[in-house]
């Protein structure tokens, strides 16, 4: 079990195909992306300050960018998994912040 955890299903070699080259590209481009919606949570609790749980929204979204960067040199188990959890607490922080404090914004 403790193998299946810790597998490494991808790794980054720069003398790879097209394929290892967009793969890693798109995952700098999608945690850039991840990072921004960070950003702009942020940017909206620091206008508005409706709630503290909207700094979890943020963090949640800066951990997944942070791990698509990871991806974008190494694949695991353990971080399927962690970017498993981190998208359902991310959907549920959203979807909490989102009915709570901002029932007129649906983007993020």
Request: glycine share 6%; with cysteine.
């Amino acid at each position: 079990m403790l193998d299946l955890l810790c597998k490494t299903w991808w790794t980054y070699h720069a003398g790879g195909g097209w394929f290892t080259h967009l793969y890693s590209w798109a995952n700098v481009t999608e945690g850039c992306l991840w990072l921004l919606f960070a950003c702009l949570v942020l940017r909206r609790y620091l206008k508005h300050r409706r709630s503290t749980i909207e700094l979890l929204y943020a963090f949640a979204f800066l951990t997944f960018g942070l791990s698509d960067f990871i991806e974008s040199c190494r694949l695991t188990s353990w971080l399927i998994i962690a970017k498993g959890l981190n998208l359902a607490i991310l959907l549920w922080l959203r979807r909490y912040v989102l009915r709570r404090f901002y029932p007129q914004q649906k983007t993020y």
